[in-house]
């Protein structure tokens, strides 16, 4: 589960989300690839998402597809007992009841990763409108 993880791993996949090439490469040669992976996954990277789904991580891979609305994605976290997930993944969408709950439990990594995602989400959506962007993803 994410909020297993070092608050310093967290930070690292903010950095990661944030483009920081060298912290992804930092993660991958210190044991972390999943981290990368999911950060990847979250931007659309369909290799990576691949791999997460493929590997002992695939709740990270279903994690990301949540956060992209798919209702399998949800249905499975559920019945796999990761209802955390369903709750970062409401977070990433700024749905104010997920975020009360992070706040409420004093989550702020959680909500932090949350909003950069959001950010994330919101320039792919842009991206798709952009015709010169559109065919570089």
């Known amino acids: 589960m994410l909020h297993d993880y070092d608050t310093k791993i967290l930070l ?3 950095e990661c ?3 920081n090439k060298k912290v992804a490469a930092w993660l991958m ?5 999943e981290i990368t992976a999911f950060s990847n996954a979250v931007q659309s990277d369909r290799e ?8 002992p991580y695939a709740e990270l891979g279903v994690l990301s597809n949540a956060i992209d609305g798919e209702e399998d994605a949800r249905t499975w976290l ?10 970062f993944a409401d977070a990433c969408k700024k749905k104010e009841k997920a975020l ?3 706040v409420k439990r004093d989550m702020k990594i959680f ?16 991206d798709l409108y952009n015709p010169h962007k559109l065919f570089k993803r």
């Open 12 to 14: 690292a996949l903010g």
């Open 17 to 19: 989300l944030k483009g």
């Open 29 to 33: 040669d210190n044991g972390f690839p």
């Open 48 to 55: 990576a998402l691949d791999w997460l789904l493929n590997s």
């Open 78 to 87: 559920h019945k796999n007992n990761y209802d955390f997930y369903i709750v």
């Open 100 to 102: 009360d709950w992070l």
């Open 111 to 126: 909500i932090y990763l949350a909003m950069l995602i959001y950010d994330e989400l919101e320039q792919q959506r842009k």
